[in-house]
Every structure is written in C-alpha cells, then in structure tokens.
C-alpha cells in the first residue's frame, strides 16, 4: 500500500551531522506512523525513533536521544531523521518503516525502505 525510499546517507566525521529522507509514494503517508530504524554488521535491526501519523507524538531509542530527531511533512509525503553529535558507533544501514502506530517494537512495523548506509569516521 505504500514504497519507502530512504536518501542522504553518506560519510561524516564524528560530531558531524546528516539528515536523512524518507520520500513515501503509493498511500499517503498520512495515514501511517513512521519509525527509524538501523542495522550495522553482525548486530540486530534496532528501533531508533517514531513519529506518530499526526506528527504530535514521538518516541526515541536512550542512545540517540538528544541527538536525533524525528520529523514528518505529510504535505511532501515524506518523514526525517536529523542526526546530530554523530559517533563512530552509530555506523549502521537506516531503514525507514511504516506502520499502524507509533510503537518501538520492530516487527510491528508493516512497510519498509531498503535502506541508506551511514559512516561515521573517528
């Protein structure tokens, strides 16, 4: 009912920044809570940050909060992840999700993007 592609992944220095895209097509992404999700090598898939359909309700993983945060434009059909104060261990495949509500709980999530490499250098 919807496609995800995430974009804006890259390299950065370490307390360098990035803001990540998620673009929507198919359903509108209205209709849908969002959540960011990352993966690096040999490690599970582990929930960042949701937003819920209206935008007004968000939750976040200990390990990003206060560095990242979780937007959407539901105008533009499309759902963000700024990163601040980047470390070297938050190197990892971003994946973006959607689903029925703003959960942390990965196999919830019904859609997903086939995700962005991040690589934060030391």
């Known amino acids: 009912q919807v496609q995800l592609v995430e974009s804006g992944g890259g390299l950065v220095q370490a307390g360098g920044s990035l803001r990540l895209s998620c673009a929507a097509s198919?359903?509108?992404?209205?209709?849908?809570?969002m959540g960011w999700f990352r993966q690096a090598p040999g490690m599970e898939r582990e929930f960042l940050a949701t937003?819920?359909?209206?935008?007004?309700?968000?939750l976040y993983a200990d390990s990003v909060k206060g560095r990242f945060t979780i937007s959407r434009d539901n105008t533009k059909n499309t759902v963000y992840l700024q990163m601040n104060s980047l470390k070297p261990e938050d190197t990892a495949v971003y994946y973006c999700?959607?689903?029925?509500?703003?959960?942390?709980?990965?196999?919830?999530?019904?859609?997903w993007g086939q995700g962005t490499q991040v690589t934060v250098s030391s």
């Open positions: 999700a959607a689903g029925p509500s703003y959960v942390t709980v990965v196999r919830m999530y019904n859609y």
């Open positions: 198919g359903r509108t992404l209205s209709n849908y809570a």
């Open positions: 937003i819920s359909k209206s935008g007004r309700s968000t």
